[in-house]
């Protein structure tokens, strides 16, 4: 189907499509089109990675908007996609189109938005602002959900599912368009969104998938193809000069954001010995263009790597830098990209050979490694071959024995992707939602509970309504018992209630919380609060290793007194879920004991990125407790405020204030307090030499430090320390140095 063709949308883009070199639709969308995609049908496209699915969303958006008036919502499943389809939407403004994204805090209606012709979120976003009464959400004529069959995902696909319900109900014309990945169970997903269907397998380019084993390429044709390793090498630089030979490049998927910035460190060996002079002229202009973007360790190593040629492209890395790479990927002038699978799943950056080097990964629930999903590897290798430039795509995964290719083959290259499941009906899912469902007045009794719920992905896959009544009515029997909700004429949400959902918390959590509050006679310490939050269902307790049973037993009987709730006894089940929360919160009071981060890592086997998770959950439940408290007028909000602010910054109290400071943190407020400078106004007044002498004789540090303290005179010129500090020089934090731009209470970042 010609462009021009396409009815209902504005006349523009047509021109617009030319522009970018698009003449005729691919087949899918074509089909979408004919299924009235453009007419307000609401539709689920199925299509493998890379067949043009943006396309469909836009036609669907643009007609929407322009002939039957209203907004088009536009649903990313992580933020960091918002600001690529915000990028790529912000084209039509040209054309007089107004487009907004929203992703940030959760509570506010994001009023600002009323008006606008798309609007950019996640479903997170959306269903805050659900929760929050936005008024425009009555108003939207045409929804996308992108990566729909992340209502798999146990954590975020509920919100995902019943936030397409909530829209349903607020617009009952309203136009759903899903996209989706190729899944097991397409039609189901139709159903459930009233939908039609377009399921699709077709690729602008051919795919061949493989494993490489030995020197050899297996593919799944049979053939094989000779690929040998090298001494030097190993398999993954083994394939990216391969590819180079024939004078492509690569896109590398590893399983974390340091194995993906390591893997393009060692890869840089492989491009830069195949770069031509003019090839590393531009490298080190783009490699100075990076290091421009701005001045930190990540910003070095990227330019660093980019150099030699290679890349490495995750979540964690500023939208400059992505995009800078993902041009000189698509330009060849980057040769590899070490990437995560999170993003680049929703980033156009086709390769001539994907490889999939990491096929498990690291499951915080389980505590261990976990195979990837057939949809997802299939999703990563979706991105090989880059239309009109590649004869075809190859994506391989490497095997390191004979039973690994034989397993390999089985789990990916021949399997289909998996059927999508709803996990709404796992309980705290439900609970949370059944909640909110009530609080933001969608439901104001069972039975229009249960005709909310009809609306969902579960209720599709779950003939059995019966079960869906009895779950429903232990649910609401839970929220009544614990004062969230209360029967007036109906349901309704308790004021507490109404916080609890505007908290965003799992009312189990909420309910554990007030319970502990409620016992409390006189001040809690940290380690009760601590103790009290890590046992809630919102966060993720420490195992038990050997040892630890009668380890924590003893710290238990030790602490008792501090310890908030009643508990259970030793003989009873819970008793371990106690232990494993006391042993969480130990840690927690370690790190704001101010012990050093490589010491709690082997104290407690855990990854600096364990240890950044469970201090960001601790802080955003410890804000939510004292919301709580401040609810029940119980008078312990500076206790628990005083034991957030120690967990948020990692420091004991007589700090809080001083690591408060911006650019202080918890070394740099220690050395100061050691120096005698023991508040944010004594900073103000210090002395600069003993600034100087206590921040270890770094004067561009100590004057940051002393201009964010409101000094009067921070420039540090001619000042040399006061030989009277001794600054400690060996408690420099995790490495060892304190030479770090952004603060020193940084954990590793994943
Ligand atoms: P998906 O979302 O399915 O992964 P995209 O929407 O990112 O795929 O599209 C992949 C690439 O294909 C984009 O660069 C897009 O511009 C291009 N494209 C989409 N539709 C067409 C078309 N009909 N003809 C040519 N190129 C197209």
């Keep these: 189907m010609d462009v021009a063709d396409v009815p209902e949308v504005p006349e523009w883009l047509v021109g617009h499509l030319h522009e970018q070199g698009i003449e005729e639709l691919y087949p899918p969308q074509a089909e979408a089109v004919e299924r009235g995609v453009t007419r307000g049908e609401s539709l689920v496209a199925s299509v493998p990675t890379a067949s043009g699915k943006t396309l469909v969303a836009t036609m669907a958006m643009l007609s929407a908007v322009e002939s039957r008036g209203g907004m088009a919502l536009y649903i990313v499943p992580l933020r960091a996609l918002a600001s690529e389809k915000r990028a790529e939407f912000e084209a039509f403004e040209r054309y007089g189109l107004d487009v907004g994204v929203t992703t940030g805090n959760y509570e506010s209606d994001g009023g600002w938005l009323a008006g606008k012709d798309i609007v950019v979120a996640t479903s997170e976003k959306v269903d805050s602002l659900a929760?929050?009464?936005?008024?425009?959400?009555?108003?939207?004529?045409?929804?996308?959900?992108?990566?729909?069959?992340?209502v798999d995902d146990a954590e975020r696909g509920p919100t995902l599912e019943v936030t397409l319900a909530t829209l349903g109900r607020l617009n009952p014309d309203l136009q759903t368009v899903a996209l989706s990945a190729t899944v097991g169970n397409a039609a189901e997903l139709a159903a459930w969104l009233d939908a039609d269907l377009v399921d699709s397998t077709w690729r602008p380019i051919e795919l061949r998938k493989g494993v490489h084993y030995g020197d050899a390429l297996h593919l799944e044709d049979g053939s094989q193809q000779r690929l040998a390793v090298r001494p030097s090498e190993d398999q993954a630089a083994a394939v990216v000069r391969d590819t180079l030979e024939e004078g492509g490049s690569t896109l590398v998927f590893v399983n974390s954001r340091r194995n993906a910035e390591s893997a393009a460190r060692r890869l840089g060996a492989t491009t830069e010995a195949a770069l031509t002079a003019d090839e590393k002229r531009d490298l080190e202009s783009l490699a100075a263009e990076i290091r421009e973007v701005s001045d930190t360790d990540?910003?070095?190593?990227?330019?660093?790597?980019?150099?030699?040629?290679?890349?490495?492209h995750?979540?964690?890395?500023?939208?400059?830098?992505?995009?800078?790479?993902?041009?000189?990927?698509?330009d060849r002038l980057v040769k590899v990209v070490c990437a995560t699978p999170t993003l680049a799943a929703g980033v156009n950056t086709p390769a001539r050979r994907v490889v999939v080097r990491d096929w498990r990964r690291y499951d915080g629930s389980?505590?261990?490694?976990?195979?990837?999903?057939?949809?997802e590897v299939h999703q990563m290798m979706g991105r090989a071959g880059r239309p009109g430039r590649d004869p075809y795509g190859e994506a391989v995964l490497l095997a390191g024995g004979h039973d690994e290719l034989d397993e390999l083959f089985e789990r990916y290259v021949w399997a289909e992707p998996e059927p999508v499941e709803s996990?709404?009906?796992?309980e705290p899912a439900l609970r949370t939602h059944a909640l909110a469902t009530v609080a933001s007045g969608f439901a104001r009794?069972?039975?229009?509970?249960?005709?909310?719920f009809e609306g969902t992905l579960y209720a599709e896959q779950t003939a059995d309504r019966a079960h869906l009544e009895l779950v429903t009515d232990q649910v609401v029997e839970y929220l009544l018992a614990n004062d969230f909700l209360e029967r007036a004429d109906g349901l309704a949400a308790t004021?507490?209630?109404?916080?609890?959902s505007r908290l965003y918390l799992d009312p189990m959590s909420a309910a554990e919380i007030l319970d502990g509050l409620r016992s409390l006679d006189g001040d809690p310490t940290a380690l009760g609060l601590y103790h009290l939050v890590c046992r809630t269902p919102d966060m993720y307790e420490l195992y038990l290793r050997s040892g630890d049973q009668e380890r924590y037993t003893e710290l238990h009987y030790e602490r008792e007194a501090e310890l908030l709730g009643t508990a259970p006894s030793e003989f009873d089940d819970a008793f371990e879920d106690w232990l494993a929360g006391l042993k969480t919160a130990r840690l927690l009071e370690d790190w704001a004991s101010e012990l050093d981060e490589d010491e709690l890592a082997e104290r407690y086997q855990v990854g600096p990125g364990d240890i950044r998770g469970k201090v960001d959950a601790a802080q955003w439940l410890l804000g939510a407790a004292e919301s709580l408290a401040a609810e029940l007028d119980l008078g312990v909000g500076t206790a628990i405020r005083r034991a957030r602010q120690r967990v948020e910054h990692g420091v004991r109290a007589e700090l809080v204030e001083l690591a408060e400071v911006r650019g202080v943190g918890r070394k740099r407020a220690r050395r100061l307090f050691e120096a005698g400078i023991e508040t944010p106004a004594d900073l103000r007044g210090a002395e600069k030499p003993v600034v100087l002498a206590a921040l270890r004789n770094r004067p561009n540090t100590a004057q940051t430090v002393l201009e964010n303290a409101g000094h009067p005179d921070p420039e540090m010129d001619d000042v040399e320390p006061d030989p009277a500090v001794r600054a400690d020089e060996t408690g420099g934090g995790a490495n060892g140095s304190d030479g770090g731009a952004e603060g020193q209470s940084n954990l590793g970042d994943f």
């Design 423 to 426: 996990k709404l009906a796992a």
């Design 131 to 150: 929760r929050n009464d936005a008024p425009w959400l009555g108003e939207l004529s045409c929804v996308v959900a992108d990566e729909v069959h992340l």
């Design 314 to 330: 995750h979540a964690g890395l500023a939208r400059d830098h992505r995009q800078l790479v993902e041009e000189a990927f698509r």
């Design 445 to 452: 009794s069972r039975e229009e509970l249960l005709a909310f």
């Design 495 to 500: 004021n507490l209630g109404h916080t609890v």
């Design 366 to 375: 389980v505590g261990g490694m976990q195979p990837l999903s057939v949809l």
């Design 298 to 312: 990540t910003s070095d190593d990227l330019a660093a790597a980019v150099e030699r040629g290679a890349a490495f």
